[in-house]
């Protein structure tokens, strides 16, 4: 439980709040590299932090993310001709560069020297990973460049791709970092039939509704833990929160995956959904089977909710209606009640459909003064209380945690641990990405530890 106050220190976002000076401080996801494919190609439209924005490819291949209105009587950029470097406005004809400034003014004397003294707001941007991220903050502070581990593996090695959210960023955040809701939730099985005994995985699952959660604070967050005990092992799924919305979430066999929820404003977030494999390994066996069931773009794989298992993949999400999900709280997601009475434990399709329907539901932005948090609860608590943390931290002139580039090695990891063994002794080598993990396969078939 929150107080009114705490609440709206971490869920307001726009310029000038306490928690938007914070965010201000990172790199923040703008969008995906390929939605401005080539130099010259149309500018789109975005909204970071409360703020209205376009990004366009200039001539040069540089991206510009840069204010959405024109200086001159506030036409909307998205309409603009995007040539020779620089964006034109349709209104009147004002062309802008990638850093805001006003390189042609084509309907004032040509004497006039008045295009120099008008700017736009503009920010500078990097490209990593497939993403186009932006920097917000004062130009003095800008932090080294987000090279996260799945940002640095080839193309092929990796999938991304965002849908909006209609909730304010933190009930994303922390639906994310709650391990205990995936039982439920996500339970794909008739309610109360229990998973394959057979895996030791399902065995930790079938045992353990109720992980124990524990939390490790690390100088850019933290590492968590959700650990299931068979009795005589424990399964250990490691994941890594990196300040302010990032996460690194086990993958599989040799990968990891992970979200980036983003503010647009205090009412919609992005949501980034990402998967690659450790340096070299073959593709993730996630993207081979999506590949296998349709000729489907590379960026477009992460997007594909499997429907009922098997090969049979959906398409999800809206790439023409701004990456809203076609399933969504106006068609209530297409809820099924008989799947839902007979298959799976909500009767809605995806999983990433299923964490959004939850996380919507809690209204637009969660009123945490009527919550009553429990013993699984504690990833969530430990992120608030370090998030409040670091807005004062930034409000009395330091560095807030995650900014140092102390997460490009990080990897998240599940495995199995002989129930002696404590699980982050067990892991860190792993998790810091130091030595090499082994799958949950090695480990159960006698490989491991
Ligand atoms: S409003 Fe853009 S040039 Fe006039
Ligand atoms: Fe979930």
């Known amino acids: 439980m929150l107080t009114q106050e705490q609440n709206e ?15 201000r401080r990172f790199w923040i996801p703008a969008g995906l590299s390929w939605e401005v494919p080539e130099p010259d190609s149309p500018p789109i439209t975005i909204k970071l932090l409360g703020e209205e924005l376009v990004a366009f490819r200039q001539t040069d291949g540089r991206v510009g993310v840069v204010g959405a209105r024109c200086a001159h009587r506030r036409a909307h950029l998205f309409w603009g001709r995007n040539e020779e470097n620089g ?16 390189v042609d003014m084509p309907s004032e004397p040509e004497e006039s020297n008045f295009k120099d003294k008008v700017r736009i707001p503009a920010y500078p941007t990097v490209e990593a990973g497939g ?32 849908v909006w959210q209609q909730s304010n960023w933190l009930q994303a955040l922390e639906g994310g970092i709650d391990s205990s809701h995936t039982n439920f ?12 005994d057979s895996d030791v995985m399902g065995r930790a699952r079938n045992l353990s509704l109720a992980p124990v959660i524990e ?5 850019y967050g933290y590492i968590y833990a959700g650990i299931r005990s068979t009795g005589e092992a424990n399964y250990v799924r490691g994941y890594h929160w990196v300040m302010p919305w990032y996460q690194l979430r086990p993958g599989g066999r040799a990968g990891s995956s992970g979200h980036m929820w983003v503010p647009m404003d205090d009412e919609n977030t992005m949501v980034y959904n990402m998967h690659y494999t450790f340096g070299y390994a073959p593709a993730p066996e996630r993207s081979l089977k999506m590949q296998e069931a349709g000729n489907v773009p590379i960026w477009k794989r992460d997007a594909l909710e499997p429907v009922g298992g098997g090969n049979e993949f959906k398409e999800d999400v809206d790439y023409e209606n701004n990456f809203r999900s076609k399933r969504n709280m106006d068609n209530k997601y297409l809820i099924d009640r008989e799947l839902q009475r007979n298959e799976t434990f909500t009767g809605i399709t995806g999983i990433n459909v299923q964490d959004r329907a939850v996380q919507e539901s809690m209204g637009a932005v969660a009123d945490r003064t009527l919550e009553r948090l429990g013993t699984t609860d504690r990833a ?4 608030r209380r370090t998030l409040l943390k670091a807005v004062k931290t930034v409000q009395d002139g330091g560095e807030p945690p995650g900014v140092a580039p102390t997460y490009y090695t990080l990897r998240s990891v599940e495995t199995v641990l002989p129930q002696d063994v404590p699980w982050f002794e067990g892991m860190k080598g792993w998790l810091f990405g130091l030595e090499e993990p082994k799958t949950v396969m090695e480990v159960a078939s006698g490989g491991g530890m």
């Open 87 to 102: 964006l034109r406005c349709v209104y009147h004809g004002w062309k802008f560069d990638c850093e805001g400034a006003c």
């Open 131 to 162: 993403v186009i991220w932006a920097y917000m903050g004062p130009p003095e502070k800008k932090p080294a460049p987000p090279l996260f581990e799945w940002t640095q593996v080839p193309a092929t090695h990796r999938g991304i791709s965002k």
């Open 9 to 23: 220190t971490l869920c307001r976002v726009g310029p000038g709040t306490p928690m938007g000076d914070m965010m």
């Open 380 to 383: 969530i608590i430990n992120a």
């Open 215 to 219: 939390v490790v604070p690390t100088d």
């Open 185 to 196: 939730l996500h339970g794909g099985l008739p309610p109360g039939q229990k998973h394959d």
